[in-house]
T-cell receptor, first 114, second 110 residues
Framework: DSGVTQTPKHLITATGQRVTLRCSPR?????VYWYQQSLDQGLQFLIQ???????AKGNILERFSAQQFPDLHSELNLSSLELGDSALYFC?????????????FGQGTRLTVV | ELKVEQNPLFLSMQEGKNYTIYCNYS?????LYWYRQDPGKSLESLFV?????AVKQEGRLMASLDTKARLSTLHITAAVHDLSATYFC??????????FGGGTRLMVKP
């Protein structure tokens, strides 16, 4: 158990809908990262937050947004869902965002869009 | 654009054999990560390599980093069935974001 908690574990929803994925980082970790894993795109970085502030964006669609709350948990919001958004979404956390800091991954949320 | 390539993509090997997974990347970086993923599961951190020439070992796995060649290797010694999994390398970028390779699916046969 990495200490990073993601809910829900599985989510099935219809196209056009909106969902929210939740992540609780390891105790004391300030940095949260979201990644998407799909068969065709592999593992891709989406977005990073550090101590409540957005730090970096990767290949995140405009239909997706995220935030980190004062208690450091984070939520990833996916809207106007398409079939191609079906993937495993991982949250990772690290104590700092210094390059080389070990990052720990949650169990992931498997999103299926039908 | 940073590219990270792993090879082989798939590796089937007998128990007791040795093999190496290669990870090449396209830009200067001296932070390289290795992760293990079991089917449908999370990514488990194996190694974080922090400098040129870094070598780390844990059990039957040993990772090394050559930043000049932009190459990291994951060497498996005397493979056992429990090592069957998908192994990912990732290059660290500013802010500790990770760019992942495509993964190497390892299957160790008894």
């Amino acid at each position: 158990d990495s200490g990073v908690t993601q809910t829900p574990k599985h989510l099935i929803t219809a196209t056009g809908q909106r969902v929210t994925l939740r992540c609780s980082p390891r105790s004391g970790d300030l940095s949260v990262y979201w990644y998407q894993q799909s068969l065709d795109q592999g593992l891709q970085f989406l977005i990073q937050y550090y101590n409540g502030e957005e730090r970096a964006k990767g290949n995140i669609l405009e239909r997706f947004s995220a935030q980190q709350f004062p208690d450091l948990h984070s939520e990833l919001n996916l809207s106007s869902l398409e079939l191609g958004d079906s993937a495993l979404y991982f949250c990772a956390s690290s104590f700092l965002d210094t390059l080389g800091t070990e990052a720990f991954f949650g169990q992931g949320t498997r999103l299926t869009v039908v | 654009e940073l590219k990270v390539e792993q090879n082989p993509l798939f590796l089937s090997m007998q128990e007791g054999k040795n093999y190496t997974i290669y990870c090449n990347y396209s830009t200067t970086s001296d932070r390289l990560y290795w992760y293990r993923q079991d089917p449908g599961k999370s990514l488990e951190s194996l190694f974080v390599l922090l400098s040129n020439g870094a070598v780390k070992q844990e059990g039957r796995l040993m990772a090394s980093l050559d930043t000049k060649a932009r190459l990291s290797t994951l060497h498996i010694t005397a493979a056992v069935h429990d090592l069957s999994a998908t192994y990912f390398c990732a290059v660290g970028r500013a802010g500790n974001m990770l760019t992942f390779g495509g993964g190497t699916r390892l299957m160790v046969k008894p």
